[in-house]
Nanobody, 128 residues
């Protein structure tokens, strides 16, 4: 499985950006996909995830009601729509994938060991 992230860039506080994660490989449409981010000097943290069915999107509290994760299995692509951006959203964003998780909750998905495949990061910078 290979993941290709894109869509990062510079935005002003209150603005919007959309990230995309294109997946390729056998069975990839059956994998759960998510986004994690890492700010300078901080650990990588969970942002959002979605099951292979496109159901049950899951969000970190810090992005809930501002970010929306979705997927288009016809294109093997997952999107992260980020609205009302804040300077604290500045980070490198990574898309990741896994065939399954032990438990579907942010605490589990925040552990990088629970993700099997990773895309390259894409930088998101939000200016105040």
């Amino acid at each position: 499985v290979q993941l290709q992230a894109s869509g990062g860039g510079l935005a002003q506080a209150g603005g919007s950006l959309t990230l995309s994660c294109k997946a390729s490989g056998r069975g990839v449409s059956n994998y759960g996909v998510g986004w994690l981010r890492q700010a300078p000097g901080k650990e990588r943290e969970f942002v959002a995830a979605i099951k292979w069915s496109g159901e049950d999107p899951l969000y970190a509290d810090s992005v809930k009601d501002r970010f929306t994760i979705s997927r288009d299995n016809t294109k093997n692509t997952v999107f992260l729509q980020m609205n009302s951006l804040k300077p604290e959203d500045t980070a490198v964003y990574y898309c990741a994938s896994a065939p399954s998780w032990g438990s579907y909750d942010p605490a589990v998905l925040g552990n990088i060991k629970n993700w099997e495949y990773w895309g390259q990061g894409t930088q998101v910078t939000v200016s105040s």
